[in-house]
């Protein structure tokens, strides 16, 4: 029984190091790592949301924008806190709002920046008060 013990856990070491080299094909990269997260769990915000940050980071606008608009059509149905919902919802439509005014979209960025208004209105009474 004493050998049995060493020689299972040889073969466990072995057995998740050959698991390695899949991970680091994973892991290599934020655009790998989240595009990847989104495909196991779709239904979560976050992960679109930092797809799309590195999407923009990639200099890919397009996909950024696209996963953001995944996020915002996921957030009313994740499964948060309507704090926590709120506080998404902010950030999604504040980052869409950006992206459509650098791409000289000025009408669409004014919907976007009035739906995070709507979502969290306490965080422009915040600003203004400065």
Known sequence: MQRFIPVLACVLI???ASTTPRRVQVYHDSLTLWLRTTQQVP???RPWINLADASNAAGNYTDAIKALTIARTVLPDAPLGSERKAQW???VNM???SFAQKGGYPEIAASYFADAVRAEPW???QVSAR
């Open 14 to 16: 072995v057995a998740w």
């Open 43 to 45: 239904y979560k915000p």
């Open 89 to 91: 919802t902010y950030l």
């Open 95 to 97: 980052e869409l709002g």
């Open 123 to 125: 965080r422009v009474t």
